[in-house]
């Protein structure tokens, strides 16, 4: 199994922000060297990583960001979201959030971003606001706005085989581009 220290350096040292969520299919095929280490860490062989704030970062990293890299367009891409909400809930809560470098914390919130509830989606707005990060809070404030209007991310919705109400697609036409 690689270490979680291999997903740290990939993610943040290899790569960044234009990366991350650009949706670019080159990038999403360097993540596939990681495809093995993903499943594996998707059974919850990777729980000994849980010891450090970098290994808890590491694991919700696979399981929230690499998901949708390695699944993009399919359910399996949200399967593991309710894993990385329990596991970033505990860790916030741990304040693991606050051991790792500022600009990394941002990845123990982005699993309340994807969550469709409510009720999480407004404590990631809380989790965001005290980030101090405008255009992710702004980002963030979008996400809860969508699942407070339909209860749901309308864009997720052919690939979970949802059927989308006539309000949904007016939105996703309006959004031009833009998936939550």
């Given amino acids: 199994m690689k270490t979680y220290q291999d997903i740290i350096h990939f993610w943040f040292v290899e790569h960044s922000y234009d990366d991350w969520f650009s949706g670019e299919a080159a990038f999403d095929s360097k993540c596939r060297q990681f495809e093995a280490l993903h ?16 290994g808890r970062l590491a694991e919700l990293v696979l399981l929230d960001q690499f998901s949708r890299q390695l699944h993009r367009d399919s359910p399996v891409a949200f399967a593991q979201d309710k894993m990385a909400l329990a596991l970033a809930q505990e860790a916030v809560a741990g304040g693991h959030d606050m051991a790792v470098e500022h600009a990394w914390a941002v990845f ?10 409510l009720v999480v989606q407004e404590e990631g707005v809380r989790l965001f606001e005290a980030y101090g990060d405008e255009k992710a809070l702004d980002f963030m404030k979008a996400h809860r706005d ?12 052919a690939a979970l085989g949802r059927q989308s109400t006539p309000e949904e697609l007016a939105y996703m036409r309006d959004q031009q581009g833009r998936v939550f």
């Fill in 146 to 157: 969508t699942i407070a209007r339909f209860g749901r991310f309308p864009f997720r919705n």
């Fill in 108 to 117: 123990f919130y982005m699993p309340y971003m994807h969550a469709e509830s």
């Fill in 39 to 54: 499943a594996e860490v998707a059974r919850g062989e990777a729980w000994a990583w849980r010891e450090t704030p970098e």
